[in-house]
């Protein structure tokens, strides 16, 4: 492989490679542009180490990505932009806070099948592909789960996950609501 020219590698090596370059002489700041982007699940946790690792050694860590639910997992602060606009920053956790009280149901529906009707308990909903997201009051944990278990037991859905409201949630929140608007309008 040493020999093969830098353009005939796959994107995931390329990444790995310009990785390893920022991470070898470690600097006081590291930029970090979509670093786990095209990279296995096995070889992104060990970015992610050498990402944290870079940083308890005292390397500034900025990073750029769309992956709000990796970001949740790695990142002290942040902030999200909207057209090259800040429009929130601080901990994930503080940014999770706007959604305090609400929770996520993901159900995942059986191919070709219909998107069920929004039950009455639910704040938002989307699909995208066979999952069907709803958001939920933490009090109607008991009736979302009797809803979905109906469809379950009908046929209509394979499986759930009713957990916490994620940055993802925030993030959509705070920017996405014309654009989600606008991909359901526009379709897959």
């Given at each position: 492989?040493?020999?093969?020219?830098?353009?005939?590698?796959?994107?995931?090596?390329?990444?790995?490679?310009?990785?390893?370059?920022?991470?070898?002489?470690?600097?006081?700041?590291?930029?970090?542009?979509?670093?786990?982007?095209?990279?296995?699940?096995?070889?992104?946790?060990?970015?992610?180490?050498?990402?944290?690792?870079?940083?308890?050694?005292?390397?500034?860590?900025?990073?750029?990505?769309?992956?709000?639910?990796?970001?949740?997992?790695?990142?002290?602060?942040?902030?999200?932009?909207?057209?090259?606009?800040?429009?929130?920053?601080?901990?994930?956790?503080?940014?999770?806070?706007?959604?305090?009280?609400?929770?996520?149901m993901q159900v995942v529906l059986e191919p070709g099948g219909e998107t069920p009707a929004r039950p009455a308990f639910?704040?938002?909903?989307?699909?995208?592909?066979?999952?069907?997201?709803l958001t939920i009051d933490e009090g109607d944990a008991m009736r979302a789960i009797d809803w979905v278990r109906e469809?379950?037991?009908?046929g209509s859905a394979e499986e759930y996950e009713l957990g916490a409201a994620t940055l993802e949630d925030a993030y959509?929140?705070?920017?996405?609501?014309?654009?989600?608007?606008?991909?359901?309008?526009?379709?897959?």
């Amino acid at each position: 492989m040493e020999e093969t020219y830098g353009s005939k590698l796959s994107g995931g090596v390329k990444r790995l490679i310009g990785f390893a370059m920022v991470t070898v002489q470690p600097g006081r700041l590291a930029i970090l542009d979509e670093p786990t982007n095209d990279v296995d699940p096995l070889r992104r946790r060990l970015l992610w180490e050498q990402i944290r690792r870079s940083a308890a050694e005292g390397s500034a860590v900025l990073l750029v990505t769309h992956n709000v639910l990796e970001a949740e997992r790695v990142v002290d602060r942040l902030a999200l932009i909207d057209q090259g606009r800040v429009v929130a920053e601080g901990s994930p956790a503080s940014m999770k806070a706007l959604e305090r009280g609400r929770l996520r149901m993901q159900v995942v529906l059986e191919p070709g099948g219909e998107t069920p009707a929004r039950p009455a308990f639910a704040h938002s909903e989307v699909r995208v592909g066979r999952r069907y997201l709803l958001t939920i009051d933490e009090g109607d944990a008991m009736r979302a789960i009797d809803w979905v278990r109906e469809l379950v037991d009908a046929g209509s859905a394979e499986e759930y996950e009713l957990g916490a409201a994620t940055l993802e949630d925030a993030y959509v929140r705070l920017i996405g609501r014309d654009d989600m608007a606008e991909l359901q309008e526009a379709g897959p």
